[in-house]
């Protein structure tokens, strides 16, 4: 009796996977053949990338969900046109995965890489292919050598920049400045005398929060190299980078000393959610929210923090939030830009990637992506014009100033031992109160030897 | 085991049932044992109750303050649901789609391992050949092996093949779009193995030897041996390992994001885990996407319960 009906259910389930095979195998995609159609008018920007129809374009890439969808849209036309079929595949776990898959043998043709130094790490293993002729040629024609320097391993190019991110931000409330009738500061000390006035109006001038659950203490790491890069210039930032001086040299514990008068000062946090440590158990997407709501004066993040704001925030320089420039220390050292992005690094090299890699790097890219919003890049190709978030505009403002020192996000460029590791624990703990020193001390003894 | 418990519980009682599983079983039918038992229940369904009031939140609510506020201030809305079950491609959800491939991974994914679990447990109990408990020794062992651990050179034996000293002996197996998923199968059954045997070995090796024995007079083979007199008497044990391996295959991302190669097969959990959006900035989208996840693997269990409850019992307490 009871075998009976175990009978039944073998047999269902037997049923079932038949059933979804089927479906499974029934569901395949139409399979589109098209020929490309670069000979129509609509067409002309792509004739040069001929011979690549009905190949396949793997890409793999951190950026996913709706940022994701924006890039298909972004080169469909290009895809459409030159009969090219570009499969992405975004993930949150790019970066661990990239690794394993690369080891295994299922490289995706091109990658989004946001690290130089995994970039590095994969052109020095012999897995990434160095960009072609033409590649080559519209980076260079677009970018500038402070961006081409990252995606340069050995003298030779391996990554294009893709899209950028500008850090060196501050955020506020447009609204509170105009009621309390606050300028926006130009000067680092202006920036300290505002905060000041903050504190006598009864506002906690400052709020950040660095959780980001395995990479707590990132946000922190941000505020160092921003400050760094203010206080002792590009060149200090470089060495610093590269190791040639110490993680505990006097001059970075200066800097760090600086973001502490800031971060660590009770009269200045961590407005509208705690004192000090709150810093360490706020998530940073959580970390600006105040200043929306008016119980924070400050914020510093990078542009990417315009998304995080509640649904119905105006971004706007008269709006709810909006950002500023994190003012220089010293104008004579220039105007220093801390940012990041991605680099389009290719594993094969047939003429089909190069085509793809070659068109990511051109301002018809660059344009078409920034048009659908929330992107910009370093392309010194995109039109400002095609950018219509006010933040955005501000940001490509910066990228494209003449006068601008780019340098990379630091904890990027260092080893994964530090800049995806003991760098954010260090900072995790010197929140805590651990004092500057001892939390350098134990940063450079991580720096692999 | 049984003896150490019944010399300290053996307490000079009049009502003293006479076996331990008597006592125990009357102190857990206990009114205060209800009762504890009942706010235990009730404690560990509470964060599920806090996630299934936050689905149906607005997302600006969900964003300011705890679920618990919905009592206070109910604000009701399917948003979520549709945004995540329905959305168009990248952009939110589309969860349907990833549903269907959650079920064709998961469903080979447990069969394999059940049949090739049985067989070899049958064999390893069983039929009798030399290095028999050897074999089964390196099985049992076998567990201790990290999956992770096999991850690069299981991905390498499907795309570069076995080669040893240049010579190629097994060639790469180059699967492309929806075979990729044999892959995901074939890593899923390898990794159950040793877990499914070993359960169900120690199963099988407690059915009385006088039914296998007399059914060997009988005349009967060993394969209708396994089929007429073992396999219907272990069903609880295989539908308590099918339960574990299906919930360990549906919950699983990790053995997914690596083999099922590209958004075209990937089940839920790899689009759960990217719903969340580039920088975590959707996450009420999150808590719909785990009530449809969870549906399947519940429902699954409750339906199978019974066989769970007894499969268990069945292995470790008996005599």
């Known amino acids: 009796m009871a075998s009976h009906r175990q009978r039944r259910l073998l047999a269902f389930s037997g049923a079932v996977v038949m ?34 129809s009905g190949e396949t374009v793997t890409i793999y890439s951190p950026i996913r969900d709706a940022e994701a969808g924006l890039l298909e849209d972004a080169w469909k036309t290009f895809a459409d046109c030159t009969g090219v079929k570009i499969e992405y595949e975004g993930s949150g776990e790019f970066e661990a995965q990239l690794k394993v898959r690369v080891e295994g043998g299922d490289a995706p043709d091109l990658a989004f890489i946001p690290q130089p130094g995994l970039l590095e790490f994969f052109a020095k293993g012999g897995k990434l292919k160095a960009a072609g002729e033409k590649t080559k040629a519209m980076a260079t024609q677009n970018f500038s050598p402070d961006w081409l320097k990252y995606g340069t391993v050995n003298g030779s190019l391996y990554g294009a920049p893709l899209g950028a991110n500008v850090k060196s931000f501050v955020w506020y409330s447009p609204s509170l400045f105009k009621e309390k009738g606050w300028k926006v500061p130009t000067t680092w000390d202006e920036m300290i005398k505002l905060s000041d006035t903050m504190v006598a109006a009864n506002l906690k001038p400052w709020c950040a929060g660095i959780g980001s659950q395995d990479a707590t203490g990132w946000p922190a790491t941000d505020w160092i190299e921003d400050v760094l890069l203010r206080e002792q210039g590009p060149d200090v930032y470089d060495q610093w980078v590269t190791h040639a001086i110490p993680f505990n040299d006097p001059r970075i514990v200066s800097a760090t000393d600086r973001v502490g008068s800031i971060l660590k000062n009770e009269k200045y946090v961590n407005g509208g959610i705690g004192g000090v440590k709150s810093i360490a158990t706020t998530t940073f997407q959580d970390g600006g929210l105040p200043v929306v709501q008016k119980k924070c004066g400050m914020h510093r993040q990078a542009s990417f923090y315009a998304n995080q704001w509640p649904k119905g925030t105006k971004v706007a320089e008269d709006g ?55 992107w910009i890049s ?10 219509s978030n006010p933040i955005d ?4 403002g910066i990228l494209q100033d003449s006068g601008a020192v780019f340098r990379f996000d630091g904890s990027d460029l260092m080893p994964a031992a530090v800049g995806a590791n003991s760098f954010w624990k260090g900072m995790t703990n010197w929140i805590n109160g651990t004092d500057t020193k001892a939390t350098l001390d134990f940063i450079e003894g991580t720096w692999p030897k | ?43 560990w369904t509470v964060p599920t109750i806090g996630v299934l009031v936050s689905s149906i939140r607005p997302e600006n609510e969900i964003k300011s303050n705890g679920w618990w506020n919905f ?56 039929t009798r050949f030399r290095g028999r408990d050897w074999v089964y020794i390196g099985i049992f062992a076998l567990q201790i092996v990290p999956l992770q651990m096999a991850l690069i050179p299981l991905l390498s034996f499907f795309n570069y093949g076995v080669s040893l000293g240049g010579v190629q002996l097994l060639p790469a197996w180059d699967l492309d779009g929806p075979a990729k998923f044999i892959t995901v199968w074939f890593a899923h059954t390898c990794f159950a193995l040793p877990l499914g045997i070993f359960l169900l070995h120690n199963f099988m090796a407690e059915l009385p030897g006088d039914l296998v024995e007399a059914a060997k007079v009988d005349g009967a083979s060993h394969s209708k041996i396994f089929r007429s007199v073992v396999l219907p008497l272990i069903v609880p044990a295989l539908a308590s390992f099918a ?16 083999f099922a190669g590209g958004p075209k097969n990937a089940p839920l959990t790899v689009r759960l885990a990217e719903l969340a959006g580039n920088r975590g900035n959707e996450w009420q989208r999150l808590t719909a996407a785990a009530f449809v996840s969870i549906i399947v693997p519940l429902t699954v269990f409750l339906s199978l319960q019974r066989y769970f409850v007894r499969g268990l019992l069945a292995g470790s307490v008996k005599g």
Not at chain 1, 321 to 339: C, E, H, R, S
Not at chain 1, 378 to 387: E, I
Not at chain 2, 1 to 8: A, K, L, V
């Open chain 1, 19 to 52: 059933a979804l095979t089927v479906a499974a195998c029934g569901g395949g995609e139409s399979d589109n053949t098209s020929e490309g159609k670069l000979d129509t008018p609509e067409c002309a920007a792509y004739k040069d990338y001929t011979g690549i």
């Open chain 1, 320 to 374: 709810d939030a909006f950002a500023f420039y994190l003012p220089a220390i010293d104008p004579a050292k220039g105007k220093p830009v801390l940012g990041g992005g991605e680099f389009v690094g290719a594993f094969t090299d047939t003429p089909a990637v190069q085509a793809v890699q070659t068109y990511l790097a051109s301002p018809d890219f660059a344009n078409s992506r920034a048009k659908l919003n929330n």
């Open chain 1, 378 to 387: 370093a392309n010194k190709g995109l039109d400002v014009a095609n950018v």
């Open chain 1, 393 to 396: 505009k501000v940001a490509v």
């Open chain 2, 1 to 43: 085991m049984s003896t150490g418990t019944e010399t300290i519980v053996a307490a000079p009682d009049a009502e003293v049932p006479p076996t331990v599983g008597g006592r125990v079983r009357k102190k857990l039918t206990s009114r205060t044992a209800s009762a504890v038992s009942l706010v235990i229940a009730l404690l």
């Open chain 2, 71 to 126: 009592f206070a201030n109910p604000q009701f809305t399917l948003e979520n649901y549709e945004q995540v079950l329905f959305g168009s491609r990248s952009a939110s959800g589309g969860l349907a789609g990833y549903f269907i491939n959650s079920l064709v991974i998961t469903i080979p994914s447990v069969l394999f391992p059940l049949a090739f679990c049985a067989l070899a447990a049958y064999a390893l109990a069983w």
């Open chain 2, 243 to 258: 339960i574990f391996q299906f919930l360990w295959v549906w919950n699983d991302l990790l053995v997914a994001l690596i």
